[in-house]
């Protein structure tokens, strides 16, 4: 018997098609979604994947060259009211200022205030992240830490850090001492508060698969807690650098004028005393400067390499 009869009826069988497949209702359309077929690739019409950027727009990329735009418009609004004025002793021009900051740094009066404003600011700062990593490891282990700190935190982060200037007096006397006392009151609560948040945030997921692999107490704070709430952490260092800053030339106003000497809030009164307004204005803007400095480089660098590079930020 010939086989293409046979083949002949296998092709014409049409191909089983499944109960479940066939009784499934078509997809319906939705019309919040537009399909639309392209040109075949390598068509004369298809569309363009990559496009190079412009010049211009290379440069807006560049998040230094905005805020270096930002700062030369706002220079250039306080040199426009500063001629508008034209009063040195009420409000000298960003001219007159720059003048007075490079003879201030020419004979060596703003480096050495400022190195002097510095130094106790990083005892006062050190010495407040120790105080508050203890307060947020004890409140981390136990439910009596949590309230000692949410109490702690309750009572002494809202009362100003200046207002202890008096009671710093008389406890340390004149010197860093009662500088470094206030600093650590102005920082504490602030990298406390947000690092026992951060903590709190933290996924359980995370915390169970850390125990899992058999971590517990500091080594479980250390490899997990910290690094998924760092940015909570970061925040806190970066709230207290600016709370200790403003602190610390506020106080060096008031033990500058008791002592007779200090960093740049002394040198600030000083020359207010002496109607030396560009000067004053100097020692302004060297504190302005700093803190541009400090958050620009330090902060964003410690950003760049943690917080971005683990992808928890974009």
């Given at each position: 018997m010939s086989s293409a009869p046979v083949l002949d009826q296998v092709r014409a069988v049409p191909p089983a098609v499944s109960p479940v497949l066939s009784s499934r209702p078509a997809p319906a359309a939705r019309p919040e979604i537009e399909h639309v077929l392209g040109p075949a690739r390598g068509g004369a019409g298809a569309?363009?994947?990559?496009?190079?950027?412009?010049?211009?727009?290379?440069?807006?990329?560049?998040?230094?060259?905005?805020?270096?735009?930002?700062?030369?418009?706002?220079?250039?609004?306080?040199?426009?009211?500063?001629?508008?004025?034209?009063?040195?002793?009420?409000?000298?021009?960003?001219?007159a200022t720059v003048e007075a900051f490079v003879r201030g740094i020419m004979d060596g009066t703003l480096p050495a205030r400022a190195w002097s404003s510095l130094k106790v600011l990083l005892m006062g700062y050190a010495a407040g992240v120790g105080l508050a990593s203890l307060l947020t490891g004890i409140a981390i282990a136990s439910r009596v830490g949590t309230d000692v700190l949410e109490t702690l935190t309750a009572m002494f982060n809202p009362l100003p850090a200046i207002a202890l200037l008096p009671l710093a007096l008389i406890w340390f006397g004149l010197g860093n001492g009662s500088l470094v006392f206030v600093l650590v009151h102005s920082v504490t609560w602030a990298i406390a508060l947000n690092t026992h948040s951060g903590f709190l945030s933290v996924s359980r997921?995370?915390?169970?698969?850390?125990?899992?692999?058999?971590?517990?107490?500091?080594?479980?704070?250390?490899?997990?807690?910290?690094?998924?709430?760092?940015?909570?952490?970061?925040?806190?260092?970066?709230?207290?650098?600016?709370?200790?800053?403003?602190?610390?030339?506020?106080?060096?106003?008031?033990?500058?004028?008791?002592?007779?000497?200090?960093?740049?809030?002394?040198?600030?009164?000083?020359?207010?005393?002496?109607?030396?307004?560009?000067?004053?204005?100097?020692?302004?803007?060297?504190?302005?400067?700093?803190?541009?400095?400090?958050?620009?480089?330090?902060?964003?660098?410690?950003?760049?390499?943690?917080?971005?590079?683990?992808?928890?930020?974009?």
């Amino acid at each position: 018997m010939s086989s293409a009869p046979v083949l002949d009826q296998v092709r014409a069988v049409p191909p089983a098609v499944s109960p479940v497949l066939s009784s499934r209702p078509a997809p319906a359309a939705r019309p919040e979604i537009e399909h639309v077929l392209g040109p075949a690739r390598g068509g004369a019409g298809a569309p363009v994947v990559e496009k190079p950027l412009s010049v211009a727009e290379r440069l807006f990329n560049q998040g230094w060259l905005r805020k270096l735009v930002i700062l030369a418009v706002l220079a250039g609004i306080w040199e426009a009211y500063g001629r508008y004025l034209d009063n040195d002793l009420l409000f000298p021009t960003f001219s007159a200022t720059v003048e007075a900051f490079v003879r201030g740094i020419m004979d060596g009066t703003l480096p050495a205030r400022a190195w002097s404003s510095l130094k106790v600011l990083l005892m006062g700062y050190a010495a407040g992240v120790g105080l508050a990593s203890l307060l947020t490891g004890i409140a981390i282990a136990s439910r009596v830490g949590t309230d000692v700190l949410e109490t702690l935190t309750a009572m002494f982060n809202p009362l100003p850090a200046i207002a202890l200037l008096p009671l710093a007096l008389i406890w340390f006397g004149l010197g860093n001492g009662s500088l470094v006392f206030v600093l650590v009151h102005s920082v504490t609560w602030a990298i406390a508060l947000n690092t026992h948040s951060g903590f709190l945030s933290v996924s359980r997921t995370l915390t169970m698969v850390g125990r899992n692999y058999g971590l517990s107490g500091p080594r479980l704070i250390g490899k997990i807690l910290i690094p998924a709430a760092f940015p909570a952490i970061l925040t806190g260092l970066k709230v207290g650098w600016a709370f200790a800053w403003r602190t610390l030339i506020a106080a060096e106003l008031v033990f500058g004028v008791s002592s007779g000497s200090g960093g740049l809030g002394w040198f600030i009164f000083e020359n207010k005393n002496m109607l030396d307004i560009p000067n004053v204005f100097a020692g302004l803007l060297t504190v302005i400067l700093i803190g541009l400095v400090v958050e620009n480089l330090i902060f964003q660098t410690i950003e760049r390499r943690t917080i971005q590079r683990w992808g928890m930020q974009a």
